[in-house]
């Protein structure tokens, strides 16, 4: 004989199995992306940032950018970040999906994972925005630990050689970014603004401050993998061939970690080798200065 459950019980049984389901659901949410859809005009251009943390303003005072998505707190946006900046002096909405942590691959064009949240790609998700915005892209350092390496350089000395995984990450950096331009440039965007990387000594031929000690040795090392880095960014803006994209060098000689009036956050700030919040303004005005120049 089959037993079968009272309406009562199955009552039951059927709120425990939502409660679980619910449960599971919420759990699987929390893993996924946090992105919502923005509320601003969609017939308004924006200006679109992508990047990593430069470009999402990490390390820096103030409030958090008050972003329309709702990004995990460990993506670092804040309201210091050049972005902001630049928006304000294009009289634009910014579209902040920059993220600390994202790489050229995973970050721009697959599912970046930052602490328990997993984002969407950030080229995929602003193109149904581009249209006749401006992009803003800062991007690489993390494809070849670039971080890491720079601690390595000021606190033991500069690897005698590059490491297999800076060299490694330089392809991918190249490859993406012109993809990354030319996705853009077929969504409708005006402009792209590609920004290299800076340096975080000052032009000198030692460096000797605090605890940090460079050889020259050391800085010819560090000034080549720099270079190495700023030439597969170069190299990907130079393959995508698009007349309205512009290349941003960023001179930082003069304001490293030891100068006088640092545009980069030394080891004991809250992000080494970040921009400070003069760098971030530094950054700023080098971008409004190539977009003004060719009146966009």
Known sequence: MTLRAAPATRLRQGTYLGLILASVLLLLGGWHDTRVAISANEHRPYLISLGGSIAAGV???????????????????????????LAREQHLPLLQVACSGAQSMHGLFSDQVVRHHMLRPQIPEVGPKAMNGIATIFIGANDVHWIHIQAVCFNQGCPAQEPS?????????????????????????RAVVVNEYYTALTQNSLMSCGKYQLTPTDIMRYRTMLQQLNDAITNGYVQAGISSTYLVPLNFDQHGICSEHPWVQGLAEQQPFHPTTTGQHAIAQADQSVLVAHGV
Do not use: M, Q, W
Request: charged fraction near 15%.
């Open 59 to 85: 390390g820096l005072g103030g409030r958090p950018y008050d972003s329309p998505y709702d990004l995990p707190h460990a993506c670092g946006e804040t309201n210091e970040s050049y972005a902001v900046i």
């Open 165 to 189: 995984s800076f060299k490694n990450g330089l392809t991918s950096i190249t490859n993406d970014i012109t993809n990354a331009i030319l996705k853009l440039h077929h969504d409708g965007i």
